[in-house]
């Protein structure tokens, strides 16, 4: 399920649903403040989202108990509706994230250059669990 590849970590998963909703489920910020977060006690809690090549795009993630918080942000590289995104963290450093559309099913492979700060193990588990939040999500909220 996780790979290191020349420096870059990835994360994947399969969710049973079709891309259409899969993609609004990513990009649409009414949806995102429901999944990002990588535990329980964290919550986004502010999204601005303008998804085309060139735009910006800004998630406010906070602990639940007011105690930390941070900005993640960056400008959208390149945008292929349902189909693929990449873009530049604010700290430079990149993200592709990949949509295979397979029937009623979607797989999205998310590749990024992890920061020197925390390990891959640490940055792998938290972007994964991530991902996970959002499989679960999106299957909740289809049905």
């Not at 492979?109 to 992890?114: L, R």
């Amino acid at each position: 399920m996780d790979k290191e590849i020349n420096g870059k970590i990835m994360v994947k998963t399969t969710i049973n649903e079709n891309v259409k909703e899969v993609w609004g489920n990513w990009t649409e910020p009414q949806h995102i403040t429901k999944w990002n977060q990588a535990s329980d006690d964290w919550c986004t809690t502010f999204v601005e989202n303008n998804l085309t090549a060139g735009g910006k795009f800004l998630y406010r993630m906070e602990a639940k108990d007011k105690s930390d918080g941070f900005n993640f942000s960056g400008t959208y590289d390149e945008v292929e509706t349902f189909k693929r995104i990449s873009y530049t963290l604010d700290d430079g450093r990149k993200v592709n994230i990949v949509f295979i559309s397979k029937d009623d099913q979607t797989e999205i492979i998310e590749t990024f250059e992890g920061e020197k700060m925390y390990s891959f193990e640490h940055q792998q588990q938290g972007w994964q669990s991530i991902l996970d939040h959002f499989k679960e999500y999106t299957e909740i909220t289809s049905r």
